[in-house]
């Protein structure tokens, strides 16, 4: 299998892609600690922290099939180039948050900054297979994902100790200049040009061609339901600032910002480990990668429960840790094959689907989870519980449906390192 190191020293391409992708996702949990740390605190609301949630949500379900088109119709390295420009000016407009009056700043500047992200993401994931071998497209995935995880960890923890020491701004200024620094290396990617597609449509046409695809193929189907399933038990997400700014907070700590640090730390530590182990545990076999799904799927949700009994901060850390193995599992190894089930041609269209379908579940289990603790309907506890036991139900459906799917074939389109 091929090494991390020498994907990187091979790769000239990937090396520049995945170095992007450093900058610019560390700046995001940069400006994303702060930004909820002070919605709550000037709102005292966990309804208002899931309406933030959605705002940076919404758009990938509103204008996913527009973004898929453009994907694929588009140059991708130009999509992305784009998408970072534009969102390093919207995030300077989170500067302008600064008391009660101005909340509405930050639901503005997150969904706007959301549109653009729902359109580079369908191209950073499209371009993967087009700039590595199919050798290297594992190792691939597993390294970004092991880096998103890892910029989690420390962006969150650096985030809230520089949001602490230095003040909000601070953090939101280095957010924009993340973004800078992405675009100009997407910049020198290299990419070989793109073939006319015989069979391209357009407008609607070209939707429709990517639902019609998307519909026919049972691989295709089963593996957009992956990350649904997963995102319809993730409104634990809306309530970490709630476990560390009101249930569990430390000493000494300004608006809970270095206890919800500390909870996104162990939760991007647990997506940095999940796919390490699970790379190998089944190399490039996907048969082994498929029947991963449902095993993380149930070991996540189970995990994802006990947090509901957790009685201090720690409990919760290492609960959120062993639950985020596995989720992270599910995302990497649904990610590969749907790469690999999906023609080069539609892969925008396919991805940008994939998104709004995890884009619905969280926004989903975050506003029902917002609006219940909030009216005092249920405690965070039962609702963690029941996201878990949803997570499990997923990896049921799963282990049912895994013998009657078909045996991958792939797409032809070629690769090019």
Known sequence: MVSYSSLLRENRNFRLFWMGQIVSQLGDWFSLVTVQALVLKYTGSSFWVAVLFVAGLLPGLLIAPLVGVLVDRLPRKSVMVVSDWVRAGLALGLLLLRGPETVWIAYVCLFLIACFTAAFEPARIS??????TSEQLVTANA????????LLTTGALVGGLVSRFLGPQAAFLLNSLSFVASALL??????????????????????IEGFRFAALRPNVRWLLSAKLGWGLAGGIHALIPLYGQKLFPLPNDRDGQLA????????GLGTALGPIIARRATGQDPTSQRRALPVAYVLGGFFLSLIAVAHSLGAVMGWLFLSRINGSIIWVFSTILLQRETEDRFRGRVFALEGALFTFGMMVSGTVTGTLVD???ATPGAVVLVSGLLSAVAGLAWIVRLSKLPRETGPSAEQSP
Not at 186 to 204: C, I, W
Not at 260 to 267: E, G, H, K, R
């Open 260 to 267: 919800i640090s500390l909870l996104f730390a162990a939760n």
């Open 375 to 377: 009216r005092g309907a």
């Open 186 to 207: 997407l910049t020198r990617l290299k990419m070989n040009a793109e073939a006319a597609d015989p069979h391209r449509q357009s407008g609607l046409s070209a939707i």
């Open 143 to 150: 390294l970004s994902s092991v880096t998103w995880s890892v």
């Open 127 to 132: 371009t993967v297979p087009n700039i590595t």
